[in-house]
T-cell receptor, first 114, second 115 residues
Framework: NAGVMQNPRHLVRRRGQEARLRCSPM?????VYWYRQLPEEGLKFMVY????????ESGMPKERFSAEFPKEGPSILRIQQVVRGDSAAYFC????????????FGNGTRLTVT | SQKIEQNSEALNIQEGKTATLTCNYT??????LQWYRQDPGRGPVFLLL?????KEKRKERLKVTFDTTLKQSLFHITASQPADSATYLC??????????????FGTGTLLAVQP
């Protein structure tokens, strides 16, 4: 059973470019969560999605960031016009249900903005 | 809003001893509390979940306690091994009552087990 797959593992972008981070949840999981981890800081919730729906995007910056989880294919976190402050590790997690179950995390995408 | 406090100082112990890590929260008592392990360059891995009506949960060498009066959870690793060296994260549901799996995470405590 494949776990949560994230790609790319490392992504380097220049300021102003777009970053696209992909996440394939565990088989049978329809709930996806994106978290951001800055050095020396904890994981910060960004967005919670179910298939084709954004359930909660309260942790995501209103500008430049968007997320989707289409009916077919992986979940995508898109960051437009990246800035240096976007450099971080972005983790995706999935769960089989919407409550009372642990999160299964991928190994993250490390975004570096130069 | 809910805040989690974990000891930011690294915990160094000798192999074979019991490691005890602390997680304190500041606001309402959560419906459950989870512990994760994170190794450098990897995503967190789920270890244990304890619910508000449970005082203690065990899994092999791991034990978690949950004291809603003290607003605290303790995480114990008995007979620790160098392979247990990692950062351990405490996590609570962001929603009161734990209606969703959205979690708030502590910054973690780095455990180093010396051989």
């Amino acid at each position: 059973n494949a776990g949560v797959m994230q790609n790319p593992r490392h992504l380097v972008r220049r300021r102003g470019q777009e970053a696209r981070l992909r996440c394939s949840p565990m088989k049978g999981h329809s709930h996806v969560y994106w978290y951001r981890q800055l050095p020396e800081e904890g994981l910060k919730f960004m967005v919670y999605l179910q298939k084709e729906n954004i359930i909660d995007e309260s942790g995501m910056p209103k500008e430049r960031f968007s997320a989707e989880f289409p009916k077919e294919g992986p979940s995508i976190l898109r960051i437009q016009q990246v800035v240096r402050g976007d450099s971080a590790a972005y983790f995706c997690a999935s769960s089989p249900s919407g409550s009372n179950s642990p999160l299964h995390f991928g190994n993250g995408t490390r975004l570096t903005v130069t | 809003s809910q805040k989690i406090e974990q000891n930011s100082e690294a915990l160094n112990i000798q192999e074979g001893k019991t490691a005890t890590l602390t997680c304190n929260y500041t606001n309402y008592s959560p419906a459950y509390l989870q512990w994760y392990r994170q190794d450098p360059g990897r995503g967190p891995v789920f270890l244990l979940l304890i619910r508000e009506n449970e005082k203690e949960k065990r899994k092999e060498r791991l034990k978690v306690t949950f004291d809603t009066t003290l607003k605290q959870s303790l995480f114990h690793i008995t007979a620790s091994q160098p392979a247990d060296s990692a950062t351990y994260l405490c996590a609570l549901p962001m929603d009161y009552g734990g209606a969703t799996n959205k979690l708030i995470f502590g910054t973690g405590t780095l455990l180093a087990v010396q051989p």
